[in-house]
């Protein structure tokens, strides 16, 4: 729930991208372990339903990012995408 | 029409290989391949995650082998999974890999009729009944299962050498050819062509499908520099007969052997030539991949395999093939 409240507050036009950005990060991420097999169940689940832009897709992905990869994934969010209010809410709940 | 297939090395954390698996389905692939190797991820735990998270692709180890896992468990694992999603499970069974094998300390007897039998007992245990059989690798002694298996499913061959190709395409529903270009497949198809006429059937009764190593991308630069390290082992597991066939220098090659086995990867991987790039691999920009798969369908295959490396970012390589190369082939 909190990662879809995060994500509401991301701008729509810039959501396909940082999708786009955060399942690079975790399809590569080497720490694969740290996904808890729940989460990577209902990725999967959205995944299989739709696409993942969805609001509760995007939360699953970003979620599994801050997880796999949370340093890259705030400096995305701070240094690409310009969402340093999206990043200082991420940094808060880690 | 070609039917378009995707190979995945579940060397990776399951939930990757199904991200892929379902992307693969969406994307308009037909078939979904598990390779099956002791050291990585089970192939039937990693298949039945793709049977739930998936609806119409057809899949299948390609390829396991009746050395590692007895053929009366393959069975029953084939058929477990054909409960999970019935009519959308093949088996690909071949004789395995020496090496690999070697590491687990088990010979590889007789692979010919080790295959032979294998298929021989999966079929008739496929039915349902009790099977006695005596052969001179396997045997089984009144073996049934104590459910009834959802029918027959078909048996993909992986086959390299001559025998193992005639074989396969008298026994086989499908074989499967490591091959990238049309030289091998060409011989293959000669080979396979000879069983096929001895068992009394067509060519185009049997799945011909070419298990390429494969690597796509808008930038040809790129497509080939992740093609190289997958090359580079291809190359050095060649026989000579084979580099011959390619007009690959033998003694290039030893040099990648040598650099592999010494673990100077760097070496390996820095001695791949252009020619070793074309003759194991598909790789390119897509348009330079549709023109090598036009000349694999000319050499005679009905399924184009899409194997490791894929390409440099497997995702988007995926995306890229369904947008350009499947629409190809499929329109």
Avoid at chain 2, 80 to 90: D, F, I, K, M, Y
Avoid at chain 2, 169 to 192: E, R
């Amino acid at each position: 729930m909190a990662y879809q409240k995060i994500v509401k507050t991301i701008p729509v036009e810039k959501r396909e991208d940082l999708l786009d950005k955060l399942l690079n990060l975790i399809l590569k991420a080497k720490k694969e372990n740290k996904m808890p097999s729940d989460l990577a169940n209902t990725m999967l689940s959205q995944w299989q339903l739709g696409p993942l832009t969805t609001e509760a897709g995007l939360a699953t992905i970003l979620e599994a990012a801050v997880l796999l990869e949370s340093e890259k994934t705030i400096e995305f969010l701070e240094q690409e995408l310009q969402l340093a209010d999206v990043a200082k809410a991420i940094k808060r709940m880690i | 029409m070609v039917k378009f297939g995707i190979e995945f090395v579940p060397r990776e954390a399951y939930w990757k290989t199904i991200f892929y698996a379902i992307q693969a389905e969406k994307r308009g692939f037909d078939n979904l391949w598990i390779t099956d190797h002791y050291n990585n991820r089970n192939v039937y735990v990693t298949l039945a995650e793709a049977a739930i998270y998936t609806k119409k692709i057809v899949f299948g180890p390609g390829v396991t082998n009746p050395y590692l896992v007895n053929p009366v468990m393959t069975a029953q694992s084939i058929a477990s999974l054909n409960e999970l999603a019935p009519g959308r499970v093949v088996l690909g069974i071949g004789a395995g890999d020496k090496t690999t094998l070697a590491a687990t300390g088990i010979e590889m007897q007789k692979p010919l009729t080790a295959v032979v039998e294998t298929i021989e007992i999966f079929r008739r245990m496929m039915e349902g009944k009790s099977v006695t059989f005596e052969g001179q690798v396997f045997s089984a002694k009144g073996t049934r299962f104590n459910f009834k298996p959802r029918g027959a499913i078909p048996v993909y061959v992986g086959a390299q050498g001559p025998k193992m190709l005639e074989t396969a395409g008298k026994i086989g529903d499908g074989v499967l050819i490591n091959a990238s270009h049309p030289k091998d497949v060409d011989y293959a198809v000669g080979c396979i062509k000879k069983g096929v006429s001895e068992a009394g059937k067509k060519l185009t009764d049997v799945d011909v499908t070419a298990y390429t190593s494969f690597s796509v991308h808008k930038n040809l630069e790129k497509a080939t520099q992740a093609a190289v390290p997958v090359v580079a082992f291809i190359a050095a597991g060649s026989p000579n007969v084979i580099l011959e066939r390619h007009g690959i220098d033998v003694k290039k090659v030893d040099k990648i052997r040598g650099a592999l086995k010494a673990g100077d990867f760097g070496q390996a991987f820095g001695s791949v030539s252009p020619e070793m790039i074309k003759a194991f691999s598909v790789c390119g920009t897509p348009d330079r991949c549709i023109e090598q798969i036009n000349r694999l369908l000319k050499a005679g295959i009905s399924q184009f395999v899409v194997g490791s490396p894929i390409g440099p970012n497997v995702r988007k390589s995926i995306d890229l093939i369904s947008e350009t190369i499947i629409p190809h082939f499929k329109k």
